[in-house]
T-cell receptor, first 115, second 115 residues
Framework: AQKVTQAQTEISVVEKEDVTLDCVYE???????LFWYKQPPSGELVFLIR??????QNEISGRYSWNFQKSTSSFNFTITASQVVDSAVYFC????????????FGQGTELSVKP | EAGVAQSPRYKIIEKRQSVAFWCNPI?????LYWYQQILGQGPKLLIQ????????DSQLPKDRFSAERLKGVDSTLKIQPAKLEDSAVYLC?????????????FGPGTRLTVT
């Protein structure tokens, strides 16, 4: 079975705190991709990052960083020095290479950053 | 470059009525996806088109849902008759290719309320 689990339904932090959003996935495929999307209150899904299963290097983009560990089937997302504008629902998604590009989404984590 | 367009943005209907949603993908994108996002959940793929052919409709409730992409460009998703559990946001996405890892660009969605 292919599945994505985001165990944290809601997280609330105060501005400038660091926060990590967890993502655990299940797949038997050896080739796959992992994504993170942001869904602000406006509703449109915004692409944040894509990772393929052969690249376990961590990635940093400004205040965002991602930690991919195949050994634990996890692809966690950290926001450093959070800001109010980071408030949104964040989705982790799995895309098996040979299934037409479809995305299998987790349930999402709603992040609330308070001033 | 224009993004994925969807209309209407909001729709309220009574159960057993019919409704149709329209999507115009990014120019040149051969692959088009329709997702259903129920409140509090991640998007779930309903149907995927490659040009005007269906690639995956395994999760489309075919007794009431139908979709077409006749000229390989814009697409229409229809529900007939609607049920209360169809209340959701219907998201359209497009991508250049139909392989895993292809970045999908999402439209703003159509929020359907069935009363």
């Amino acid at each position: 079975a292919q599945k994505v689990t985001q165990a944290q339904t809601e997280i609330s932090v105060v501005e400038k705190e660091d926060v990590t959003l967890d993502c655990v996935y299940e797949t038997r495929d050896t080739t796959y991709y992992l994504f993170w999307y942001k869904q602000p209150p406006s509703g449109e899904l915004v692409f944040l990052i894509r990772r393929n299963s052969f690249d376990e290097q961590n990635e940093i983009s400004g205040r965002y960083s991602w930690n991919f560990q195949k050994s634990t089937s996890s692809f966690n997302f950290t926001i450093t020095a959070s800001q109010v504008v980071d408030s949104a629902v964040y989705f982790c998604a799995l895309s098996p290479y040979n299934q037409g590009g479809k995305l299998i989404f987790g349930q999402g984590t709603e992040l609330s950053v308070k001033p | 470059e224009a993004g994925v367009a969807q209309s209407p943005r909001y729709k309220i209907i009574e159960k057993r009525q019919s409704v149709a949603f329209w999507c115009n993908p990014i120019s040149g994108h051969a692959t088009l996806y329709w997702y259903q996002q129920i409140l509090g959940q991640g998007p779930k793929l309903l149907i995927q088109f490659q040009n005007n052919g269906v690639v995956d409709d395994s999760q489309l409730p075919k007794d009431r849902f139908s979709a077409e992409r006749l000229k390989g460009v814009d697409s229409t998703l229809k529900i007939q008759p609607a049920k209360l559990e169809d209340s959701a946001v219907y998201l359209c996405a497009s991508s250049l290719a139909d392989t895993g890892g292809s970045e999908q660009y999402f439209g703003p969605g159509t929020r359907l309320t069935v009363t």
